[in-house]
């Protein structure tokens, strides 16, 4: 089985704030993951829904080609924004509400199929969305 080996990454934005990404990702046979460049062609630039009843925008207009900023909208009344870091096929996302964060903070391999998209956590086990299917909708339809 392949496995992904991580760095220890440090993100620092509103202070310091570190992230440790330092995981074994597996990846389930038969799955092909996006790649680096795909996550960056594919996903950054574009939004991931779940069901029209979250959106989050992931915002290519950083400094840094690998990081930037995604804003959430979930159930049409509660927005979030983040930071995102792509490194390798990881799509890594930090919210800066750290209730929030305690949650839903990590990194995912992205498959597609078609619009659909899945996402597997660092244990290979595929993240199971309560609004799923997640599709990945073209741009900022909902003006993030």
Not at 57 to 69: A, C, N, T, V
Request: proline share 3%.
């Amino acid at each position: 089985m392949f496995k992904n080996y991580m760095m220890t990454l440090v993100v620092f934005f509103f202070g310091v704030t570190s992230i440790a990404f330092a995981k074994d990702y597996k990846i389930p046979d038969g799955v092909t993951v996006l790649t680096e460049k795909q996550l960056l062609t594919q996903v950054i630039g574009n939004t991931l829904s779940g069901n029209n009843k979250w959106f989050e925008y992931f915002d290519p207009s950083g400094k840094e080609l690998m990081k930037g900023r995604f804003r959430a909208e979930w159930l049409q009344t509660e927005l979030n924004e983040g930071s995102w870091e792509i490194h390798k096929s990881l799509l890594c996302r930090k919210f800066d509400d750290a209730r929030i964060a305690a949650i839903y903070d990590g990194c995912f391999t992205i498959a597609f199929d078609g619009n659909e998209v899945t996402m597997y956590k660092d244990n290979g086990y595929r993240y199971d969305d309560p609004y799923s299917p997640i599709l990945i909708l073209s741009g900022n339809p909902k003006n993030l």
